[in-house]
Nanobody, 123 residues
Framework: VQLQASGGGLVQAGGSLRISCATSRRTFTNNGMGWFRRRAGKEREFVAGISWNGMNKLYADSVKGRFTMSRDNAKNLVYLQMNNLKPEDTAVYYC?????????????????WGQGTLVTVSS
C-alpha cells in the first residue's frame, strides 16, 4: 500500500490550502482514512478522520471549524481543506489508512502511512 500526500507549501496566516493523498490500494473504499501532523519538537498528532463512505468525520479541537476532510472513492483520493490557517498549523502533514471502516482518532487505528507534505504558515 502506498500513500502519497501532496499539495503542501507556504501560505500566509489567514490563507487557505488544500492537501491531497492518493492511495494505490484497490480496497481503499473499504477503509477509513485520516490526517495527522507533526509540528516541530512535538509528537505526531491527530488532525482529522473520515469513514469509508465519508459520512462520519472527526476533527481535532484545534482545527474544528477551519479544516474539512473529504474523500473521492472513485479516484482513491482524500483531501484536507485548510482555511484560516495559523502559524501554529505549520507542520508536516501525513495521511494514513485505517484498519477499519470508521473514522478514528487514535494512531493505533491506522495501518499505513504516507511520507508527509510540509505546510508552512507565515505570520
Amino acid at each position: 500500500v502506498q500513500l502519497q500526500a501532496s499539495g503542501g507549501g507556504l501560505v500566509q496566516a489567514g490563507g487557505s490550502l488544500r492537501i491531497s493523498c492518493a492511495t494505490s490500494r484497490r480496497t481503499f473504499t473499504n477503509n477509513g482514512m485520516g490526517w495527522f501532523r507533526r509540528r516541530a519538537g512535538k509528537e505526531r498528532e491527530f488532525v482529522a478522520g473520515i469513514s469509508w463512505n465519508g459520512m462520519n468525520k472527526l476533527y481535532a479541537d484545534s482545527v474544528k471549524g477551519r479544516f474539512t476532510m473529504s474523500r473521492d472513492n472513485a479516484k482513491n483520493l482524500v483531501y484536507l481543506q485548510m482555511n484560516n490557517l495559523k502559524p501554529e498549523d505549520t507542520a508536516v502533514y501525513y495521511c494514513a489508512q485505517n484498519r477499519g471502516a470508521g473514522a478514528a482518532s487514535l494512531r493505533e487505528s491506522y495501518a499505513y502511512w504516507g511520507q508527509g507534505t510540509l505546510v508552512t504558515v507565515s505570520s
